[in-house]
């Protein structure tokens, strides 16, 4: 069949679904809701677990991130007045990590600690981080200006500080700042750098955005403030001693990423006598969410193809009135020369030109729900390319499946019967 | 041109048998004919008599149960679907009762129905049914849908559709059966018009004044041919 002659049954087929607008329009609707949703809800689930999956992968689907806690076991004895708690991750768990595991690439060691900071006449409680050049690598973020802590940094344990663009601003500190001094506690640090901030940073010891960061090197750190962390609340003296906050592993290759995850579970658990520490895998928890939006996937799918279903069904129910109401139309053409193939291909066009038409028009709303919702609720959304593919492919197959019987009726119609009906 | 070749119909103890319930019906029972080019025929007959059913062969909607047809020298009865869809395309021509014109369609593209399945290009469609209104009078009407026009006029555009792919056979079924005296006198000038300007035209009436127009009436009855008279 040639281009002309298709082209001239889709005028002909949108001639004849003009003829009855309303219940054109109506047969559509099955559609077009069917579409609507499937996109809606697919852009819904896609902004949702997007989110969730771009925080997974911040903290790096190759890390194996080491928390220390406090042990159950010291609540009740930390009640007691002046009672000093040990906990923690210890820096040969550091050591013993990077020597024994060779598929480990990095290590960035985090040690917390709360201090007052001083720049010129304003003064703000800091959290002092203690860490090395490796963490600036492992999180990635860029500089806002000057540099990060280098290795020179450690090896002359040097008096440097990188605030956070946050930290900064709260400081007033701006990029003529560095090279100024800012004072933690008893001791003057040189500013050599700002890094941007991250909302979501994944170290979970307080809400980020809230505090401010002062970067500096873990050795300095050490030996300045020690591991000793003394608490006053109300009258009770709450001490801990906690060597290490946080460290994060590197592993060389994400299908590495479990082994060294059971190894270094069975390391600590030999070393630790409590269980002071908690062990996170953003490859582990990437992959749950995966699974969980495969899940998510199927079950909208299952919704929207139920829905395609019941688009189609009605579809069908309005071509066989047509066929019906066309039957002597369609005897005509028989007695004229049309061949059966040829009537077939006439109601299947109308047909999908029908499901097609029905599935731009859902496409469209389909489109505009996502945004309404991302507007009002506050949700995100992110359309999915795929979606909008499967949604016309599947209108135009509803419209040839459904559309198929009441077109072969049509072709099989005795053109002698056509012709006699009333 | 010798006699085989202007032979265009001929039927050969054509039997048509239905299956009513339990009863065979003889809607036909032995019926042999020869129809020359030019031929203008009126089969003529009371309600069943098997004029229609007659008909419906000619005009290869059907098959004979037993006997030979052959149309322009091909035999009917042992085609499939496809070919009658085929050999009608070519060979043959409806006029029927009720117009059935398809009411979505302009005139224009009424005419062009044929045409349109013969695969012409959209160009020669027009020009070609643009000529077929204007020799059936009615070139002003083009554009307009078969509701807004008359009865007569309607019925010109039927002829002007069954012309379209210049058919070897026209076949018309009670051509006058739903037009007025005056317009149904019309629509036999322009019949016997075409007639005289060689088309074959084999037509189904009851009614012996415009079975008049013919040169000649086979009178049927009981699926059997009664008698035939010649002339005017």
């Not at chain 1, 050049?133 to 090896?155: C, H, S, T």
């Not at chain 1, 495969?294 to 919704?303: E, Q, Y």
């Not at chain 1, 009002?376 to 499946?401: C, D, E, K, Q, R």
């Amino acid at each position: 069949m040639d281009r002309v002659r298709i082209w001239r049954n889709v005028s002909l087929g949108i001639k004849n679904l003009m003829l009855h607008k309303l219940r054109s329009l109506l047969t559509m609707l099955g559609i077009v809701f069917g579409v609507a949703s499937v996109i809606a809800m697919l852009s819904i689930g896609e902004g949702a677990s997007k989110e969730a999956l771009d925080q997974i992968r911040k903290l790096g689907s190759t890390n194996i991130i080491i928390t220390s806690i406090k042990p159950l076991e010291d609540e009740s004895q930390s009640k007691q007045n002046s009672f000093m708690s040990v906990y923690g991750i210890l820096y040969d768990d550091e050591t013993r990590i990077r020597e024994t595991f060779s598929d480990v690439e990095n290590t960035a060691p985090i040690k917390i600690i709360r201090k007052e900071g001083r720049l010129y006449e304003r003064a703000l409680d800091l959290r002092v981080v203690g860490t090395t050049e490796e963490w600036f690598n492992l999180v990635r973020r860029p500089m806002v200006a000057g540099r990060p802590l280098v290795q020179n940094d450690l090896v002359d344990h040097a008096n440097v500080v990188v605030l956070t663009e946050f930290g900064a601003r709260r400081l007033l500190a701006t990029e003529g700042t560095i090279g100024q001094s800012l004072r933690i506690g008893t001791d003057y640090y040189e500013v050599v750098g700002i890094v941007q901030s991250e909302s979501g940073q994944g170290i979970e010891i307080a809400m980020p955005d809230q505090e401010v960061d002062a970067y500096i090197p873990l050795n300095v750190a050490r030996e300045r403030y020690g591991d000793t962390i003394i608490r006053r609340t109300s009258g009770s003296r709450e001490s801990s001693r906690v060597e290490l906050h946080q460290l994060i592993v590197q592993v060389s290759h994400e299908n590495r990423v479990e082994a060294v995850d059971a190894g270094i579970r069975a390391m600590l658990k030999r070393f630790h006598k409590k269980v002071d520490y908690k062990i996170d895998m953003p490859l582990a928890l990437l992959q749950q969410a995966e699974a969980t939006k495969r899940t998510f996937s199927i079950v909208l799918g299952s919704i929207a193809g139920i829905s395609l279903l019941v688009g189609g069904i009605g579809i069908m129910n309005i071509m066989l009135a047509s066929v019906t109401e066309r039957t002597r139309e369609i005897g005509v053409r028989r007695a004229i020369g049309a061949k059966r193939r040829q009537i077939i291909v006439q109601f299947l066009i109308e047909t999908i030109v029908l499901s097609t038409i029905g599935g731009l028009i859902g496409i469209g709303i389909g489109m505009s729900i996502p945004l309404l919702v991302t507007y009002f609720a506050g949700m995100p959304t992110v359309v999915p390319m795929y979606s909008l593919v499967l949604s016309v492919g599947i209108s135009m197959a509803v419209g040839l499946l459904f559309g198929l019987y009441p077109a072969v009726r049509a072709a099989n119609l005795d053109p002698i019967e056509a012709l006699r009906h009333e | 041109m010798t006699r085989e070749n202007s032979v265009v119909v001929h039927l050969e103890d054509v039997h048509k048998v239905y299956q009513m319930g339990t009863e065979k019906v003889h809607a036909l029972a032995g019926v042999s004919l020869e129809f020359e080019r030019g031929t203008f025929c009126a089969i003529m007959g009371p309600s069943g008599s098997g004029k229609s059913t007659m008909l419906n062969l000619l005009g290869c909607l059907d098959r004979p149960s037993s006997g030979t047809y052959t149309l322009a020298g091909n035999d009917v009865g042992s085609m499939g679907d496809n070919e009658l869809s085929e050999l009608r395309l070519r060979e043959l021509g409806f006029i029927f009762q009720s117009f059935n014109l398809i009411p979505q369609l302009t005139v224009r593209e009424n005419i062009e129905l044929p045409l349109f399945y013969l695969g012409w290009d959209a160009a020669r469609c027009e020009k070609h049914s643009l000529e077929l209104a204007d020799r059936v009078g009615l070139a002003d009407r083009v554009n307009h849908r078969p509701t807004e026009l008359s009865g007569g006029q309607q019925q010109r555009v039927a002829i002007a559709r069954a012309l379209a792919n210049d058919p070897r056979v026209l076949l018309a079924d009670e051509p006058t059966g739903n037009l007025d005296t005056a317009t149904g006198e019309q629509v036999m000038a322009l019949l016997c018009e075409l007639n005289d300007a060689g088309k074959t035209i084999l037509m189904v009436t009851h009614e012996a004044e415009v079975a008049a127009h013919a040169s000649r009436r086979i009178h049927m009855r009981d699926g059997r041919i009664e008698r035939i008279e010649e002339g005017n």
